[in-house]
């Protein structure tokens, strides 16, 4: 070796030269310092293959791999076709899977994983064998990763959530409900952990001016009573808060009902509902939205599409470019970059060690790494699938993220807005796109307008019998209705209410009749005539500008001005009233004369 070369030369040097003692021994210590330096910079350095663990839920009754154990595996592998994220090291899985409830065995698979030398968890999605996970990394300080909805308000020190703060969530919700309007809605939830997502909502029922029906989702798949009881209650807009997968079975029945019509509106709080097929709902211009967290536009680059493609074909998935993404695939995508970028961070700033942990007491200590890379993934911020992601630095909870506002429009969903912490809803679609969705609609479906007969408004032809739907009519209010259907490009139809009355309310049962209740009942969807604007019936539907305003007017004679008499002064007073004045001054004067005598 080099190394032993030059200290021979150097000690016959110093024999030579008749050198102390003390010379040699200075410089021997000098090479033990550096050759031990050598070794721990050997030792202390990552090595090529870094093992990270995931932890996934196993469903006994399918054969399919999870879909977030394929997200995390993809991300693996863009992590290491990319080199500038860690140049000099490969990413390799440690993957165990555990059923949903069972957190003795969660614990044993953790253990297994830490024993292989991991330097991160990534896992599981089930909350009562997360709590058992996270327990083994704090103890063991190795950064733990989740992407999960989670209700708590503290976090253990060594773990970070992707998904979004149910308090936050709860307020995008109310945030949308106050700038639609809604002054009443049915809830309907699925467990108490919708009540959680729910609890800014549940506190404007305490606002009189809100009406709120909450009703919980029985077991089972029957959700007919529960939707036959919020129809009757008359109420169309409706909030549902429920798992991805008994979405479609509620709006079916819900169709089934007659409940899937361009009056109601639905709010789905999944953040999943743009990976259903809704294509049958499309034509009945229901209003359904909901929030997506999946940026769209991020995922469509190459960065995150490319690879690897037969693992997504194993599982039914054609590419991770579709926008069908699930929400939970995409935290755990953007889970995985994150603490790629951070180790090499802290690789580039420090000498990082790798030691094999252990759930064995006595066997060795924490990582003493573990704590410096999650401090740095609570300060980094970074641009992923799920839009820009940034944590507050005490508590490891996802503090800024955007959400786009969805709404099930004739050609699919369409996004028509953007939800935010700080600015809170922005509406960015336009009135003139909501006008062409309208046409769109219509083009395929008939105006229902109720009216009755009334000169010079709406009239019957003399030859009505020759003719067909509206053209049988006649008068001020079918042009008017005519003209508006040619500039709107719609068709309609014009029927004759039953009982021949506008609307009037019965106080004793609060019910309408003639167009006011044929609207209410939603059997037309326009009434026109020469209807007056009152306030109960404003109460009761929406008006249009008035077309015609008749006014209310009191009519009295203009006085006229008399010519000035000499006695003028006298108006003011009846002559009566100047008599008793002047005898009461009489009166009191020769009073005052007698008594002063």
Same mark, same amino acid.
């Given at each position: 070796?080099?190394?032993?070369? !030059?200290?021979?030369?150097? *000690?016959? =040097?110093?024999?030579?030269? @008749? ?8 410089? #021997? %210590? ?29 469903d006994d009754n399918s054969s399919e791999m999870d879909k977030t154990e394929l997200a995390f595996l993809h991300a693996i592998d863009r992590v290491n076709a990319i080199h500038s994220i860690l140049p000099r ?65 503290? !976090?253990?020190?060594?773990? *970070?959530? =992707?998904?979004?703060?149910? @308090? ?8 949308? #409900? %106050? ?142 470019s579709n926008v069908t993404m699930r929400t939970d695939m995409a935290l755990m995508f953007d889970a995985v970059l994150m603490f790629a970028l951070a180790l090499n961070a802290t690789n580039k700033n420090n ?197 015609m305003n008749l006014g209310i007017s009191i009519l009295f004679k203009k006085p006229t001005k008399k010519e000035p008499l000499l006695f003028s002064f006298l108006a003011p007073l009846s002559v009566d009233v ?20």
């Amino acid at each position: 070796m080099v190394i032993n070369q !030059r200290y021979n030369a150097f *000690l016959a =040097l110093c024999i030579a030269k @008749s050198l102390h003692r003390q010379c040699c021994d200075a410089f #021997v %210590m000098m090479m033990m310092m550096m050759m031990m330096m050598m070794m721990m910079t050997t030792v202390l350095s990552l090595p090529t293959d870094i093992r990270i663990g995931g932890i996934f839920t196993k469903d006994d009754n399918s054969s399919e791999m999870d879909k977030t154990e394929l997200a995390f595996l993809h991300a693996i592998d863009r992590v290491n076709a990319i080199h500038s994220i860690l140049p000099r090291n490969k990413l390799f899985s440690v993957v165990e899977r555990v059923a949903r409830d069972d957190s003795f065995h969660a614990s044993k698979k953790v253990c297994n994983m830490v024993n292989k030398g991991i330097l991160a968890i990534f896992g599981p999605q089930s909350s009562n064998t997360a709590a058992h996970v996270q327990s083994v990394a704090d103890t063991l300080e190795i950064p733990h990763v989740e992407t999960r909805w989670d209700f708590r308000e503290h !976090r253990a020190r060594f773990s *970070l959530n =992707l998904y979004p703060h149910p @308090s936050s969530l709860s307020k995008a919700y109310l945030d949308l #409900v %106050m700038k639609w309007k809604w002054k009443s809605f049915a809830l309907i939830y699925e467990d108490r952990h919708g009540m959680v997502r729910m609890q800014e909502l549940l506190k404007a029922n305490y606002n009189p001016k809100i009406k709120m029906l909450v009703r919980q989702l029985e077991p089972g798949n029957d959700y007919g009573p529960l939707l036959k009881e919020v129809k009757k209650s008359g109420e169309t807009r409706i909030i549902i808060d429920c798992g991805t997968s008994k979405i479609l079975d509620i709006f079916k029945q819900a169709q089934q009902l007659g409940m899937m019509t361009h009056y109601h509106n639905f709010l789905v709080t999944s953040l999943d509902l743009h990976t259903l097929p809704l294509h049958e709902f499309q034509q009945s211009g229901t209003n359904i939205s909901a929030f997506r967290l999946v940026n769209a536009d991020v995922a469509s680059r190459s960065f995150y599409v490319s690879g690897h493609t037969s693992r997504l074909l194993s599982v039914g998935q054609t590419s991770m470019s579709n926008v069908t993404m699930r929400t939970d695939m995409a935290l755990m995508f953007d889970a995985v970059l994150m603490f790629a970028l951070a180790l090499n961070a802290t690789n580039k700033n420090n000498i990082i060690d790798v030691q094999n942990a252990s759930c064995e007491k006595d066997q060795s200590g924490p990582w003493i790494f573990g704590n410096g890379i999650i401090q740095l993934m609570k300060t980094m911020e970074m641009e992923g699938l799920t839009g820009k992601i940034t944590f507050d630095k005490t508590e490891g909870f996802r503090k800024e993220f955007n959400l786009d506002i969805l709404t099930l429009r004739v050609g699919g969903l369409q996004k028509i807005g953007l939800w935010n912490l700080s600015s809170g809803v922005d509406i960015t679609s336009t009135y003139d796109d909501v006008v062409v969705d309208a046409g769109e609609y219509f083009k395929k479906n008939k105006l229902r307008v109720t009216t009755k007969l009334s000169e010079p408004y709406v009239m019957l032809k003399a030859n009505a019998e020759q003719y067909s739907d509206y053209k049988k009519y006649e008068g001020y209010c079918v042009d008017l209705m005519e003209a508006i259907a040619n500039y709107c490009n719609f068709n309609f139809t014009i029927q004759l209410v039953k009982d021949n009355s506008y609307g009037i309310l019965d106080k004793a049962t609060g019910e309408w009749d003639g167009v006011i209740k044929e609207l209410i009942e939603q059997e037309a969807d326009v009434g026109i005539g020469d209807l007056t604007i009152t306030y109960d019936r404003e109460q009761a539907v929406d008006f249009t500008m008035p077309f015609m305003n008749l006014g209310i007017s009191i009519l009295f004679k203009k006085p006229t001005k008399k010519e000035p008499l000499l006695f003028s002064f006298l108006a003011p007073l009846s002559v009566d009233v100047w008599m008793y004045m002047i005898t009461a001054y009489l009166g009191v004067s020769i009073s005052l004369f007698l008594l002063a005598r």
